[in-house]
């Protein structure tokens, strides 16, 4: 069965920390995977797509890294802001017939003060 | 570039009574996929469509339509809700909904519905 896994469910750190949030994937075969922002109360936001081949992609302070051959990948926040605050979404992509989209369940980030 | 916009963005209705929720991808996208959003939950797809098709469809029941008209704005439909059917209903667009090739969807703020 296709399915995202997120880990922590939640995370809390001091502004001007990095944190690294994990997510795991059984989605076969695999096309893409995507990591989204969604603030409260608001739609997602891409962050970034990362293709089979791609190992490491950047946006800002925003850094995903993919591991094809063991299924992981992992978003990286260096020096967070209270504005980073939000839940981040692991997405994977399946090549099957109807090329849907995996969504996990998400990392829910606090940033304090 | 005007967003992805979706009206209303708060509906409350109660048991038994059917809503149609609007959306409006951005100008040229003519992929239209819709998702639905409760507490602890990912989001769930409801179903895309594509050139006034329904291209994919999630594994909802049948209470649960939509189309999209030629001008690629979207109407998702819910009849005879259910208090579970409470959620947070997400609109995406995209411009042709190519999942495969790394397509960005963009996604509207939400039409939130309170079945009581």
């Known amino acids: 069965k296709n399915q995202v896994e997120q880990s922590p469910q939640s995370l809390i750190i001091l502004e001007g920390k990095n944190c690294t949030l994990q997510?795991?994937?059984?989605?076969?075969?695999?096309?893409?995977l995507r990591w989204y922002k969604q603030d409260t109360g608001r739609g997602p936001v891409s962050l970034t797509i990362m293709t089979f081949s791609e190992n490491t992609k950047s946006n800002g302070r925003y850094t995903a890294t993919l591991d094809a051959d063991t299924k992981q990948s992992s978003l990286h926040i260096t020096a967070s802001q209270l504005s980073d605050s939000a839940s981040y979404i692991c997405?994977?992509?399946?090549?099957?017939?109807?090329?849907?989209?995996?969504w996990g369940a998400g990392t829910k980030l606090i940033i304090k003060p | 570039k005007a967003g992805v916009t979706q009206t209303p963005r708060y509906l409350i209705k109660t048991r038994g009574q059917q809503v149609t929720l609007s959306c409006s991808p951005i100008s040229g996208h003519r992929s239209v996929s819709w998702y639905q959003q409760t507490p602890g939950q990912g989001l769930q797809f409801l179903f895309e469509?594509?050139?006034?098709?329904?291209?994919n469809k999630g594994n909802f029941p049948g209470r649960f339509s939509g189309r999209q008209f030629s001008n690629s704005r979207s109407e998702m439909n819910v009849s005879t809700l259910e208090l579970g059917d409470s959620a947070l209903y997400l609109c995406?667009?995209?411009?042709?909904?190519?999942?495969?090739?790394?397509?960005?969807?963009?996604f509207g703020p939400g039409t939130r519905l309170l079945v009581l």
């Open positions: 997405v994977v992509s399946a090549r099957d017939s109807n090329y849907q989209l995996i």
């Open positions: 995406a667009s995209s411009l042709v909904g190519v999942t495969t090739k790394g397509e960005t969807q963009y």
């Open positions: 997510c795991n994937y059984t989605v076969s075969p695999f096309s893409n």
């Open positions: 469509y594509f050139s006034e098709t329904q291209r």
